[in-house]
């Protein structure tokens, strides 16, 4: 008969470990001199050959590839090099392993849209130490890891927005659900609280359900179908993530309750266009995502060439935009959403 | 299907001396591609060859590292545990939760252990005592454990543990370009070594994977010892769970995601046959040091999309199964066994765990 007494010192020998991990010392990082190019530009201008690499929260969502697109496109102007590099799935660590690599690349300036605002903290703040400009647009990341964010519009704003459109659509009253992106997205979770805080203005309107969709395109349709099942006297769903919104808008738009429930929420024109002229969507809103990358290279730029440095209440030219200012916590918004409906979705193409 | 079973036991003992020679040579393969990976990734970027790269490199494997070691024993076994990525995460769930609850990080760690080694449990229970196969048990806990580490923690994401310990996660060994995370890895290689290749347990461990029949026969406690192996993997892989927390400075239910794969990956790329019975643990730290290398000069390269990561490691997990069945193959067809034709050599692996009654 064999004696199995081994297993128990390994598991033993684990929890020893994890202690003895306490002891093992850590050592500071060498601080290197910033990157190639730290010498001041000259009265104001833009410094041109910079080196430009943006992050997507994950490759292939359509949303982000034309916010990217414009930060490209931005960077073109502006006469510099861009590389897209970026996780293929959008989980709080997958960017980690990715920055630590952009580093050792040396780019000029990294743009980036967080997945998790902490997990990617320490990568970026060793990247600022080798001299590069991080640029936070989209998604926050925690806000010493960056110099400026550039949001969409004020979350605040968002936020309540959706609300008040979806208000106007079932006068006001009944049960809402919200079917939002991962459980932890930041920017959704934010809007989500101003949501919650909107819905206080409109005491017959009852949120019964935050569902997640992990901005997933099957998971999103089969939520709706979910908080359809659950909630017979659903009213409204709110949306706001742009796979979300075209999910439910499908399941919606083949089901028997269509134009019974109000969706709205956060999508672009042309994945919505077709929702909206068949009566499924009455009015969702977006801003133009190419112009928040487009804003967040622009922004890069100026710090890269040391016109700014991320205080509150510097101006910078930011190209067909015209000129921006950075806010409270280096935080540049870009505007107000625009509400999209049957009058105006036309003369969209994005 | 007795005429086979003969065969099979015959051909046994004559292979062995020869199986263990091809072992050794599977081992020189994997180094000699992680030195081609080296050259390649070195022509790819001059950044490849530095000190940086071996730390985010090494940092970045780090728990898919730690995973696989213990992952390693089971699929001598003849088993497999798919779960190790969402017990990961659940062990990550259950340290912000308690963290949130105001427990001090020493005590919330052996706690993050025990229920990992709990998971290991469950999956070890199904497998043994219910004598479902493992292959579907932990495809199923994969979501179970998945799933409950979203209900102990929603969707939050916890975010302020003490800095002198994600400094420790996140730092360097005493000023070498080792991170901490590597030590505990090395630690724990050597620690799966011995208990592999050097105790009772580990000749218990491949006989169980070579034919568990002979293995029972011969009076082996075969559950017990299987069932000790998941509860190692699920321990193993909530340590890997407390590391990537403190790591990342992060501890979130959706960490993770895919880490299976990898680790799988790396277990079967060292020489470890899918169909048990063989490997050994410098084939998996070898394979693991390949595996790190490869993410490295592709993250690296200007201009390579990160899909080709999953690319080039799902290639290679097929690559290092079908391998050694086509030596296999090859050998039998030039007739040191009577003719086989058309039959896949996995088949006849297998079949030692056919049941018997």
């Known amino acids: 008969m064999e004696r199995i007494r081994t297993p128990w010192a390994v598991i033993v020998a684990l929890l020893a470990l994890t202690l003895a991990f306490a002891a093992c010392g850590d050592d500071d990082e060498e601080p290197t001199a910033g990157g190639a190019n730290t010498t001041a530009a000259a009265d104001g201008e833009i410094k041109r050959g910079l080196k430009f690499v943006s992050m997507p929260k994950q490759l292939g969502n359509p949303y982000e590839e034309i916010e990217h697109g414009g930060f490209e496109a931005a960077v073109k102007e502006l006469g510099g090099t861009h590389e897209l590099v970026g996780p293929t799935d959008a989980s709080a660590s997958s960017q980690v392993p990715l920055i630590n690599s952009v580093i050792q690349k040396r780019p000029d300036v990294l743009g980036i849209a967080g997945n998790d605002p902490n997990a990617v903290a320490p990568a970026l703040r060793n990247a600022a130490k080798r001299g590069i400009t991080v640029v936070g647009f989209d998604s926050d990341v925690a806000a010493d890891a960056r110099k400026i964010f550039v949001n969409q519009a004020s979350s605040e704003q968002i936020g309540r927005d959706q609300v008040k459109i979806l208000a106007e659509q079932i006068n006001e009253e009944g049960e809402i659900a919200i079917l939002s992106a991962t459980a932890n997205a930041t920017n959704q979770n934010t809007w989500i609280k101003f949501m919650r805080e909107e819905l206080k203005n409109y005491p017959n309107m009852k949120l019964v359900k935050v569902a997640y969709g992990d901005d997933d395109d099957q998971k999103s349709f089969q939520e709706t179908q979910g908080l359809l099942q659950a909630y017979p006297n659903l009213k409204g769903i709110i949306s706001p993530t742009t796979v979300g919104i075209s999910a439910a808008a499908r399941y919606l738009s083949s089901s028997d309750k269509k134009g019974d429930i109000a969706l709205t929420g956060l999508g672009t024109p042309n994945q919505m266009r077709k929702f909206v002229k068949d009566g499924t969507v009455t009015e969702f809103a977006l801003w133009n995502p190419a112009d928040v990358g487009y804003l967040a290279a622009y922004a890069g730029a100026a710090l890269a060439s040391d016109l700014i440095t991320g205080k509150e209440g510097e101006k910078f030219k930011s190209g067909k935009l015209g000129e921006h200012t950075v806010g409270k916590n280096g935080e540049v918004i870009l505007g107000p959403p625009t509400r999209f409906n049957k009058q105006n979705i036309d003369e969209f193409d994005f | ?357």
């Open chain 2, 1 to 357: 299907m007795p005429a086979e079973a003969v065969i099979e036991r015959s051909d046994r003992p004559a292979g062995a001396a020869r199986a263990r020679e091809l072992l050794g040579r599977w081992e020189v393969l994997v180094a000699a591609l992680f030195l081609l990976t080296c050259v390649v990734g070195q022509s790819l970027s001059s950044e490849f060859l530095t000190a940086e790269s071996f730390t985010t490199a090494s940092l970045d494997l780090s728990e898919v590292a730690l995973m696989a070691l213990a992952l390693a024993l089971v699929v001598v076994a003849a088993e497999i545990d798919l779960s190790v990525a969402s017990v990961l995460a659940l062990s990550s769930a259950v340290m912000a939760e308690l963290w949130n609850a105001g427990l001090p990080l020493e005590l919330i760690m052996p706690i993050c252990i025990a229920v990992g080694a709990l998971c290991g449990a469950f999956n070890g229970f199904l497998v043994t005592r219910l004598g479902l196969p493992s292959l579907a048990v932990t495809i199923g806990t994969l979501a179970l454990f998945r799933g409950l580490a979203f209900v102990v923690i929603g969707d939050e994401s916890v975010t302020d543990f003490p800095v002198a310990w994600t400094d420790r996660a996140f730092g360097n060994f005493a000023g070498t370009p080792i991170p901490n995370t590597m030590i505990l890895f090395a630690i724990l290689a050597v620690a799966f070594g011995v208990l592999l290749h050097a105790t009772p347990f580990g000749r218990s461990v491949f006989a169980i994977g070579a034919n568990v029949e002979a293995a029972r026969f011969s009076g082996l406690r075969v559950k017990r010892i299987k069932m000790w192996l998941f509860v190692m993997s699920g321990a193993v892989a909530a340590l890997a769970g407390i590391v990537i927390s403190l790591r990342n400075s992060t501890a979130a239910a959706n960490v993770g995601q895919g880490f299976e794969l990898v680790a799988v990956a790396a277990v079967v790329l060292g020489g470890v046959s899918i169909f048990g019975g063989k490997g050994s643990i410098l084939g998996v730290v070898l394979a693991l040091a390949l595996l790190g290398a490869i993410q490295k000069s592709l993250t690296l390269a200007e201009g390579i999309s990160s899909y080709w990561v999953q690319i080039v490691i799902g290639t290679l997990l097929i690559g290092s199964v079908l391998g050694p069945n086509l030596v296999r193959r090859a050998r039998e067809a030039r007739g040191s066994i009577p003719t086989r034709r058309g039959k896949w050599p996995l088949r006849r692996a297998a079949t030692p765990n056919a049941p018997q009654q």
